[in-house]
């Protein structure tokens, strides 16, 4: 399960090749929910296909258990690490250095967590 904003074209096929299941919600998935319909996109029809597919899937048992799961298991971390530590933006450059930061960033909160358990 991914955030909507993985929900692309390109990552729906990277998924399809290796044969993965893709439980991402694309951005529109929440109102075509709502409205009971799936957003088409006339000058791509491959990606309106794609969206079919994966509208079917997350609306399975297996997908709206995922969906439901995920408010519970990743959300509150980064809702956490956001608000109550005020991290707003990174401070290095470069993917590298931001994903050493963000490494940092995860392995405090854990730290954390394991202080005020323990």
Known sequence: MADAGYGSEENYIFLQKRKIKA?????YFD??????????????PKLSKLRH?????LN???GVK?????CHDVEP?????????GFKRFFLRGQ??????????AIAHNLRKLALAG
Do not use: C, M, W
């Not at 597919?53 to 899937?57: C, D, I, S």
């Not at 995922?66 to 995920?70: G, I, V, Y």
């Not at 590298?96 to 960033?105: A, C, D, H, P, W």
């Open 31 to 44: 109102k075509d929910q709502k409205n009971k319909t799936i957003t088409s996109s006339p000058s791509n």
């Open 77 to 85: 971390v980064f809702a956490q690490i956001k608000h109550n530590k």
């Open 60 to 62: 399975t048992k297996r």
């Open 23 to 27: 439980y991402v919600k694309y951005n």
């Open 53 to 57: 597919k994966v509208h079917q899937l």
């Open 96 to 105: 590298n250095k931001v994903e050493i930061e963000t490494g940092l960033i």
């Open 66 to 70: 995922l969906r439901k799961q995920r």
